[in-house]
């Protein structure tokens, strides 16, 4: 069995249903009425141990109650969840003595303690022996660059501090897997990288099982190899990256600087774009047209001085598939 088996699981919410102003709210008062919402539909998955996994969708998509009902905050109406051996909604109160959740939009700080004081009061509240804590403390604030503000309250703190305080927090007690939503909001570019390299050489040396859920896309490229998309509470890909890339990014662009000025004709399958002097956009489909007998026909023919290839980006992809156009 998987580290983390989603068997068919389907969650439903009863959602008030009124008629628009005071009269609806009087006559919901007296006979309230109520319809079925399914927020997640007969979703499956598995995921290894050790596993980096992006789990992204739009708004609504079934995101969050999908990782409520993983961390044993709800349970499914239909279906089954296995982590680690344990029923998460069953088994709670041993379940998440093993897991770690960071929220990019709420803090498990206290607001006006310094940090290391709320890192103490996790300690007591998982049980962390000394040793065990301190090993794990010392590497974490070298690792995120934290010495400078760990004694300083967290509401002196800025988001980029913040968040790796947070995510220190979250590990503390070596959970074997971490919910990440949104781990990177609001932090600046550095911040970002910083974040996502301490993920990366986590997983790497400890074998953590991460599950991330983020609207930005650069965090799933910088850590995870494989991606899930929900829509309308259902699964609609579980695959890699290069994989959606091969099977939905067909679209390439190649942008040619000629050494001097140039007339390209029309060409079947390709779309040509003056983008400034001496300087053109070549868009086409990588199933219709060879990228090498088109770069093969333009160096035969033209004063050339520089080629760049460039793919679709992986947020426009899914963007695409968001909106049924692939």
């Known amino acids: ?5 989603v068997s068919n699981i389907t969650k439903s919410f009863r959602v008030s249903r009124r008629s628009a102003g005071i009269p609806g709210m009087l006559a919901n008062m007296v006979r309230p009425k109520f319809e079925e ?7 499956s998955f598995s995921i ?9 969708g739009p708004n609504g998509a079934g995101k969050s109650t999908t990782i409520k009902m993983l961390a044993g905050i709800l349970c499914p109406d239909k279906g089954s969840i296995v982590v680690n051996g344990y029923v998460p909604y069953r088994q709670r109160k041993a379940y998440v003595a093993g897991i770690g959740v960071v929220f990019g939009q709420k803090s498990q700080l206290q607001w006006d303690l310094p940090v290391i004081d709320s890192f103490e009061l996790l300690k007591a509240i998982y049980r962390i022996p000394e040793e065990k804590y301190r090993k794990n403390l010392d ?26 305080a947070d995510i220190v927090a979250a590990l ?31 997983n790497a040396q400890d074998e953590v ?97 520089d080629l760049t290839v460039t793919e679709p980006e992986i947020e426009s992809i899914i963007q695409r598939m968001y909106n049924g156009e692939v």
């Open 1 to 5: 069995m998987s580290f983390i088996e």
């Open 37 to 43: 919402r399914k927020a997640v539909k007969d979703v």
């Open 48 to 56: 290894e141990k050790g596993e980096m996994v992006g789990f992204i």
């Open 139 to 164: 590497r974490f604030l070298d690792m995120l660059d934290m010495g400078s503000f760990v004694n300083q309250p967290v509401r002196q703190l800025s988001l980029g501090q913040r968040m790796r």
């Open 172 to 202: 503390l007690h070596s959970p074997q897997i971490v919910f990440f939503d949104e781990p990177t909001i609001g932090v600046d570019v550095l911040g970002k990288e910083t974040i996502r390299e301490f993920i990366r050489e986590l």
């Open 209 to 305: 099982t991460m599950l991330f859920t983020t609207h930005d896309m650069q965090d799933i490229e910088k850590t995870c190899k494989r991606l899930i998309i929900i829509d309308k509470g259902a699964k609609m890909y579980d695959g890699t990256l290069q994989e959606i890339r091969e099977k939905y990014g067909t679209s390439r662009q190649l942008v040619v600087e000629f050494g001097e000025e140039a007339v390209v004709p029309p060409m079947e399958n390709v779309v040509i774009t003056d983008i400034e002097d001496r300087k053109k956009s070549f868009v086409f489909d990588n199933a219709k047209v060879n990228i090498n007998e088109l770069m093969s026909h333009l160096l035969s023919r033209y004063n050339i001085r």
